[in-house]
């Protein structure tokens, strides 16, 4: 049985894209765990991604523990 590659480098470009697309968490994990990305690079990228969107102004993808803010609101 051939061994699994582990990547080591977190993938924050695909998270990010994943994230534009509107992806959830779990969704990105499974994918990149599929992808053999270990689970310390997913956890970087995602915690890097949401850091660069909110720098950068993009909104987070909705967690579905979150309610709508009133003031979002139209």
Not at 1 to 15: F, L, R
Not at 47 to 59: D, F, L
Request: a negative charge; proline letters at 9%.
């Amino acid at each position: 049985m051939p061994e699994q590659v582990i990547n080591e480098e977190p993938p924050v470009e695909q998270v990010m894209e994943m994230l534009n697309q509107g992806y959830e968490n779990r969704q990105i994990i499974d994918s990149l765990q599929n992808s053999g990305y270990s689970n310390q690079a997913i956890s970087e990228a995602i915690n890097i991604a949401h850091t660069k969107a909110s720098v950068e102004g993009m909104p987070p993808a909705p967690s579905p523990q979150m309610k709508r803010s009133l003031l979002d609101s139209d």
